[in-house]
Every structure is written in C-alpha cells, then in structure tokens.
C-alpha cells in the first residue's frame, strides 16, 4: 500500500503526517523536476524528516544524464526508491517533454532507466497510464513495459486510465478517461516476474483488497489524503500487524507539536502544516467547525497548541 506522488499536496509535512496513521505505508514526494534539481535549491527540494521514512523521491525529466545526476542526489539524500513521471498529462509538463507524453516514446524512457539504474542501487521505479489519448489497445501498455522492463525497471505503478494530452485538464484526466483495472492485471500476468501496483478510483479497504488478489500494490491518490483515517486501518489489514491504538486525538496532538518545532526551526507558519490534516475528523459531529478554525488565517499569529484548544472548543459546541 502506498499514497501516491500528488503535486501542491504531498509535501514532507503531508508525508509526517501519513506516517503517523501508517507506519509501514510508502510514501511518495511531490513530483520533482530535473531542472528544479540541477539549477535550483537541491535542500529545498529534497529535506525530509528521518521519521517519514519509507519515502520515495518522484522525479520528472526526460534526459538521462541529467535524471542520472538527480537519482544519485535522491539517493545520497537517503530515499529508499527514485520513481520516473510517465503519468502526469497536464501541459505544463508536457512542455517540459516530460509525463504521460513519454509513453510515446518507450525508448527514451527505456534509456532514461538504463540511466539511473546504472546511477544508483535503490530501485528505479515508472509511474505511467496504460494509454495516451484515446487509444484502446492493450498491446501499446504490454509494449511499453517491455522495453523499460529492459532497462532494468522492476516495478510500475499503474494508474488504470488512459492520459488525454489534449482536452482535459489534469483533473479531468483524473475521472472522464475510464478506469480498465483488467489492463493492469493482464500486464501481471503477461510478466509475472515484475512488480505491479495499480492506482486509480480504489476509495475502501475492500476494493484495495480486490486488487491485491490480482496485482503486487495499491496506490491510493486523494482518497488517502480527503480521508487520511483510513490509513490508519493500513497497518492492521495489509501489513499484518496489530490493530493501531493512535485517536484522531492522539495524532492532532503530534502535528500540533510538529507544527511549533518547525515554526521555531524554520519560520514555517503552522496553516501550511495543518492544511493537510483537515480531513481528519471527516464523518465525525463538529468536523466542519474544526476544520474552519484549522484554516483560519486570522489565527496565523497564535501558537498551534492555542489553535487546537480553540478547534476543540468549536467542536465541543456543536456536540
């Protein structure tokens, strides 16, 4: 089970977050461009905290030697896996010739991995659709994995959608493509010796269960994130271990503590932190009082654990 590489969203304070509802979860940064990497801040891009730990580093980029260069800084920044974008269809990206578009071109992504898989030992993993467009043949995902498989690459994370490279915008390539679950796992069938993980739609523990009868991994995008509680059924029911005793409490209590050190460490205001907790009380009396009083900007000034008294206060109100 892991939650997948979301842009604007899966920050190391989201992941810091995660990791307190799941501890065995792989979690994926943001996606990382080459160039961010290569001209820009490397700290900024790549710091995470120890205790977030399984993370994988998502890199977008299309040249090999400057992917090669990139993989080596995931991996001296201590990142267990470096992950290729072969998914994302927004324009931007394309621009960048980098994304869905790169299924089109299966041997610069087969090089691309030769690159990296040469660069460093952590595996080196795709993240792709299983079509571009609306093309609707199995053969053009099959053909695709084989050459990178090639490469070296081991594992693909598969969202079970085709990516429209023009016409929809990003989010709509998140729903209007339909989902073909049967594509991924004929692909795991077709190379047993390959790990497969699928992502795409999957919302509960039954569905993601469903899934595991076919193929090696779940991927869940904003499910896990709108309703990150249930990550912390994960542990128990997909890693075998002993039902979680944390509360939503317990792990409020946390972030707020999290917050203030890093505030003290490095001037972070605590709403850019706790934006990504607001769907934590979902489904539960006062959640919406909550949440308002978590991302009230009139409040930037008080200290996180004032912040949570009165977030309690509101909720005590409404019961």
């Not at 299309?62 to 470096?82: F, K, M, N, T, V």
């Not at 869940?220 to 075998?240: S, T």
């Not at 002993?242 to 917050?259: K, N």
């Not at 769907?279 to 308002?292: E, F, I, K, S, T």
């Amino acid at each position: 089970m892991s939650v997948a590489p979301m842009m604007d969203w899966t920050d190391r304070h989201c992941r810091y977050f995660h990791r307190l509802l799941s501890r065995h979860a792989l979690l994926y940064t943001e996606m990382v461009t080459t160039g961010a990497l290569v001209h820009g801040d490397v700290p900024r891009h790549l710091d995470f905290s120890a205790e977030e730990h399984p993370v994988a580093l998502q890199l977008g980029g299309s040249d090999p030697l400057e992917l090669a260069h990139c993989a080596r800084l995931g991996e001296q920044w201590g990142y267990r896996e470096i992950n290729l974008n072969c998914g994302c269809p927004s324009e931007r990206v394309q621009r960048g010739s980098f994304g869905a578009c790169l299924m089109a071109e299966p041997q610069l992504v087969a090089d691309c991995v030769k690159a990296m898989v040469d660069a460093v030992s952590v595996p080196v993993t795709i993240k792709h659709r299983i079509g571009i467009d609306k093309g609707e043949r199995y053969g053009f995902v099959r053909d695709f994995v084989g050459a990178v498989s090639q490469a070296g690459c081991a594992a693909f994370l598969v969202h079970a959608r085709n990516a429209w490279l023009k016409g929809l915008s990003p989010k709509e390539n998140r729903e209007v493509p339909p989902l073909r679950y049967e594509f991924v796992h004929r692909l795991k069938r077709d190379f047993p010796q390959l790990v497969f993980a699928v992502n795409g739609g999957i919302t509960n523990g039954l569905q993601a269960s469903r899934q595991l009868e076919q193929v090696d991994g779940v991927m869940v995008g904003r499910q896990a994130y709108h309703n990150p509680w249930w990550l912390a059924q994960w542990d128990a029911e997909f890693f075998a271990q002993a039902p979680s005793a944390i509360s939503r409490e317990t792990v409020e209590e946390q972030m707020t503590g999290y917050m203030a050190r890093e505030a003290q460490a490095h001037g972070t205001p605590w709403s850019a932190i706790a934006r990504h907790m607001l769907g934590l009380r979902n489904g539960l009396p006062g959640a919406r009082r909550w949440r308002q009083v978590w991302s009230d900007h009139r409040l930037k000034s008080l200290h996180p654990r004032d912040v949570m008294a009165l977030a309690h206060d509101a909720v005590a109100r409404v019961a």
